[in-house]
């Protein structure tokens, strides 16, 4: 069984950098497009970004002058990086994978909540 | 503002069937048959319902069934149970392996 676990700090500061990783167990990250989701309080899903095993990626247009993925297959794992936070990037964070020719996110991780405060 | 439009809530007492629209473009939902359907309950993990448009993995009871017509997706639960009480959210694919998300629909049973 496949398995996403998001880890990072619980707490940014306005303006720094939010980093977080997703290390995935249970099978290969090879092959597969590795999504970030994020989820505001009492709001609704946003798509941030893939990043793919080769390490191609795409961003969410609205996010993509401050996002980027990087993925480590040696580690099983990929990483998110958002820089210049606000209260606004305060959300759940979630990792999702889908395959190639699969347009649909069959494995999620539990989340990470960041909160962007001084 | 989500790029796909849902109705914030429906509403319906148990055995009723409700349906949720998922509103987008030929950009997305009108261009292609990748629409998915999620299910959140609150503090949870959303959960895969629908995929490609209708299709339901192993283990989504049958009364959850979708559809498409051009640019809006339809999302019907076909008798609601207590336990169908959660937030629902469409996603569709707009090229490249981008997506986009709808704002989300609140399902309540009265």
């Known amino acids: 069984q496949v398995h996403l676990q998001e880890a990072g700090p619980g707490l940014v500061k306005p303006s720094e950098t939010l980093s977080l990783t997703c290390l995935v167990s249970?099978?290969?990250?090879?092959?597969?497009?590795w999504n970030w989701i994020r989820q505001s309080p009492g709001k609704g899903l946003e798509w941030i970004g893939y990043?793919?095993?080769?390490?191609?990626?795409q961003y969410n247009p609205s996010l993509r002058s401050r996002v980027t993925m990087l993925v480590d297959t040696s580690k099983n794992q990929v990483s998110l990086r958002l820089t210049s936070v606000t209260a606004a990037d305060t959300a759940m964070y979630y990792c999702?994978?889908?395959?190639?020719?699969?347009?649909?996110?069959?494995?999620w991780g539990q989340g990470t909540l960041v909160t962007v405060s001084s | 503002q989500s790029a796909l439009t849902q109705p914030r809530s429906v509403s319906g007492p148990p055995g009723q069937s409700v349906t949720m629209s998922c509103i987008g473009t030929?950009?997305?939902?009108?261009?292609?048959?990748?629409v998915s359907w999620y299910q959140q309950h609150p503090g949870r993990v959303p959960r895969l319902l629908i995929y490609?448009?209708?299709k339901r993995p192993s283990g989504v009871p049958d009364r959850f069934s979708g559809s498409k017509s051009g640019n809006t997706a339809s999302l019907t639960i076909s008798g609601l149970q207590p336990e169908d009480e959660a937030d629902y959210y469409c996603c569709s694919f707009a090229g490249s392996y981008i997506s986009v998300f709808g704002g989300g629909t609140k399902v309540t049973v009265l």
């Open positions: 990043i793919y095993s080769s390490g191609a990626a």
């Open positions: 490609d448009v209708n």
């Open positions: 030929s950009d997305n939902v009108g261009g292609y048959n990748y």
């Open positions: 999702a994978r889908h395959g190639s020719r699969i347009y649909y996110f069959d494995y």
């Open positions: 249970g099978g290969s990250i090879k092959n597969f497009f």
